[in-house]
C-alpha cells in the first residue's frame, strides 16, 4: 500500500491539473462567470489564425527531435561500444547533464546565429566583413528550435543507454553476431539495440512528449510568427484579458492530444523498425565493412556534445567581453562590468531557485526512497534476483513526464486561482516536486534494487532492526547513487521554467524565468551571466555528488559505494 500511496502522490496532482483544465475548456468556470458547458472557448480556438501551423511545429518537434536522437544514440553505441569512445563518451557527456535546457539553448543560439561564433570563423576564411543577411534563430520551420533540443536531448539518452547495456549482455550477443558474419554496427543493431532500447523506452516518450509540448526552448530559438502550440498557451495565460483563459485551456486540451499523437505515431514507428530489422536481418546482408560508418556515427553525438560545450564557453566569453564586432573570433578587451550589475540584482531569484531545488529535490529524494525500500521489501528477492517497479506504479511515477506540461499546469493554476491560493514558495516547492521525483526515481530505482541484499542478512543477524540497517548500511553502501539521484533533482528543479511562470503568477521570479525573458532582448552579455547562473547550483550539485562519498568514506576502503 505504502508504495502505491507515494505513487499516487505524484499523479494526483496531474489528474487534478487535466480536470482544472478540461471544465474551462468547455466553458465552465464560475470564478470567470463561466457557470454552463459550452463549445465557444473552442470555436475561438479554432479561429486563431495559424493554429494549424503551431500544431504541425509542436507535432514535427517531438517526433524529429525524438527521431534524429534516438538514431544517433543507436548508431553511436553501435560502433563505440566497449571502446575508447565510450569510455570518453560515459566521462564527457556526463556533466551536461547538468545543463539546463534553457541555458544549452542560448549556448546554440550565441553559435549559429549570423553574428555567432560559426558565421564568425567563416567570415575569417571567406572574407567578408558583415553578418549574412539570415533568419537562422526563430525560423520559421523551427529548425534551430529541434536542434536545440537534439543537442540537449541527446547527451541525456546516451547516459540512459549505457547505464542500460549491461542488461542487455551486449558482449554475447555481439559475439554471436559476429560469428555470423554481421559487421559491428549491423551486428548492435539486430542483436543488442532492441534490448537496450526496451530498457530506455520510457525516458525516450518523455523526451517525444517534452519536445512537443517544449516553451522556455521554443521561447529561445523557436518561430514566433506563428509559435509552437505550447508558447502561444502561455500567451494566452499571462494576458490580462481573462477571458482569454477559455480560450487557452481549450488550446491546453489540443495539445494534450497532440503530445499523444507524437506518442501514438512514435509507437508505430517502433512498429514498423521492427519489421525493418526484421527483414535485413533475414536479408543476408552484412556489411561486415563497416569503418566508414563507424567514423559517421561519431559526428551526432559529437555534434550535440561539442554544441553544449563550445556554447557554453562563447556564453562565459559574452558575459565579460568589452566591445565585440564581427568579425572578430575573440574580444579583443575583457571586462566585468556586466557580473557586477547582474549579481546585485539577482539575489531575489537565485534565493528562490536554491530553496525551491533544495526543498523539492529533497521532499522527492525521501520519498523515492520509502517507495523503493517498501518495495524491495515487499518483494523479498533473493541475491541475484531482478527487481522492478510494478507497471501500474511506474506509470503513476513518470506520468508527470508524459504529460505535456502545460495540458495540467495550466489546470493546476485554474485550481490555485478558484481556491484563492496565493502563491508561495512552499506551492511552488510542491508543484516541482511533481517533476522531479520521476528523475530521481528514474536514478536511483536500478542501484537501490542491485544492492545485494546479503549484507542486510547479515546486519539482521548481528541484531539490526530494518530502519538501523537502512541508515548504517543501504545508504551508506548507495552514498553515490543517492547523492547523484539528488543532484539530478536539483537540475530539474532548477530547469523548470513553465511551473514556475503559471504557479508563482510572476510573484517568484527564479533565475531560470529571468533568463528565458532576456531572449526577446539583444544583450548577450547580460544573456551569458544569467544563463551560466543558472548553471550554478546544479553544477555544485553534481561536483559535490561526485566528491562528498569520496570523503564520507575516506576511512572505510573496503567499502566501495555503487
Known amino acids: 500500500m505504502v508504495v502505491y500511496g507515494i505513487a499516487a502522490l505524484f499523479a494526483v496532482p496531474v489528474g487534478i491539473g487535466l480536470i482544472g483544465v478540461l471544465l474551462p475548456a468547455f466553458g465552465y468556470m464560475p470564478a470567470l462567470g463561466g457557470r454552463a458547458l459550452s463549445l465557444e472557448p473552442v470555436r475561438a480556438l479554432l479561429a486563431e489564425p495559424g493554429l494549424v501551423t503551431s500544431v504541425l511545429l509542436s507535432l514535427a518537434s517531438g517526433l524529429i527531435t525524438t527521431a534524429v536522437a534516438v538514431v544517433g544514440v543507436a548508431l553511436f553505441l553501435a560502433a563505440f561500444y566497449d571502446t575508447a569512445g565510450h569510455r570518453l563518451a560515459q566521462r564527457a557527456l556526463a556533466p551536461l547533464l547538468a545543463v539546463p535546457h534553457a541555458a544549452a539553448a542560448f549556448g546554440l543560439a550565441f553559435l549559429i546565429a549570423p553574428s555567432g561564433l560559426i558565421f564568425r ?33 541527446m547527451p541525456f539518452l546516451i547516459l540512459v543507454a549505457f547505464a542500460a547495456l549491461p542488461q542487455a549482455d551486449p558482449t554475447r550477443r555481439m559475439r554471436l553476431s559476429a560469428s555470423l558474419g554481421h559487421g559491428r554496427i549491423l551486428g548492435f543493431l539486430l542483436a543488442v539495440w532492441p534490448g537496450v532500447y526496451r530498457q530506455i523506452r520510457l525516458p525516450v516518450l518523455a523526451v517525444a512528449a517534452y519536445a512537443s509540448g517544449v516553451v522556455d526552448v521554443a521561447l529561445i530559438l523557436g518561430p514566433s510568427t506563428p509559435a509552437p502550440l505550447a508558447v502561444r498557451l502561455v500567451t494566452w495565460m499571462n494576458d490580462p484579458d481573462l477571458s482569454l483563459h477559455f480560450m ?72 565579460i567581453a568589452g566591445f565585440w564586432s564581427f568579425p572578430d573570433i575573440f574580444p579583443p578587451s575583457f571586462n566585468f562590468s556586466t557580473w557586477s550589475r547582474v549579481i546585485t540584482s539577482l539575489g531575489g531569484p537565485m534565493a528562490t531557485s536554491f530553496i525551491v531545488a533544495i526543498a ?129 533533482g536539483i537540475a530539474t528543479s532548477v530547469g523548470q521554467y513553465l511551473p514556475t511562470i503559471l504557479i508563482g503568477a510572476g510573484r517568484l521570479p527564479t533565475i531560470t524565468t529571468e533568463a528565458v525573458a532576456l531572449a526577446s532582448g539583444g544583450n548577450r552579455r547580460v544573456i551569458g551571466a544569467y544563463a551560466l547562473l543558472q548553471m550554478l547550483l546544479p553544477f555544485l550539485a553534481f561536483s559535490l555528488s561526485g566528491s562528498l562519498p569520496r570523503l564520507l568514506l575516506r576511512r572505510r576502503g573496503a567499502m566501495k559505494p555503487r
Open 121 to 153: 570563423v567563416l567570415a575569417r576564411i571567406f572574407g567578408f566583413d558583415r553578418p549574412p543577411d539570415l533568419l537562422i534563430i526563430g525560423d520559421p520551420w523551427g529548425l534551430a528550435m529541434m536542434a536545440g533540443l537534439v543537442a540537449k536531448e
Open 248 to 319: 487557452a485551456s481549450a488550446g491546453a486540451v489540443l495539445q494534450l492530444l497532440v503530445t499523444g499523437l507524437v506518442l501514438v505515431l512514435w509507437l508505430c514507428g517502433e512498429r514498423l523498425a521492427a519489421r525493418l530489422r526484421h527483414r535485413i536481418g533475414i536479408g543476408g546482408r552484412r556489411l561486415a565493412e563497416d569503418h566508414w560508418l563507424r567514423l559517421l556515427s561519431a559526428v551526432p553525438v559529437a555534434l550535440a556534445g561539442g554544441a553544449v560545450a563550445f556554447g557554453l564557453v562563447w556564453l562565459s566569453l559574452w558575459s
Open 360 to 488: 523539492s529535490a529533497t521532499a522527492a529524494l525521501g520519498l523515492v526512497v520509502v517507495l523503493l525500500e517498501a518495495r524491495r521489501r515487499q518483494f523479498g528477492a533473493a541475491a541475484g534476483q531482478k527487481l522492478r517497479l510494478p507497471p501500474l506504479v511506474a506509470a503513476l511515477i513518470y506520468l508527470p513526464l508524459i504529460v505535456p506540461q502545460i495540458a495540467f499546469v495550466s489546470g493546476l493554476q485554474v485550481t490555485i486561482l478558484a481556491l484563492r491560493l496565493e502563491p508561495s514558495i512552499l506551492m511552488l516547492s510542491g508543484v516541482h516536486l511533481i517533476f522531479v521525483a520521476p528523475y530521481v526515481a528514474l536514478a536511483l530505482a536500478d542501484p537501490w534494487f542491485a544492492l545485494d541484499p546479503r549484507y542486510e542478512q547479515i546486519a539482521a543477524s548481528l541484531g539490526h532492526g530494518p530502519i538501523r540497517t537502512l541508515f548504517r548500511v543501504r545508504l551508506p553502501m548507495l552514498t553515490r547513487p543517492v547523492l547523484t539521484a539528488l543532484a539530478i
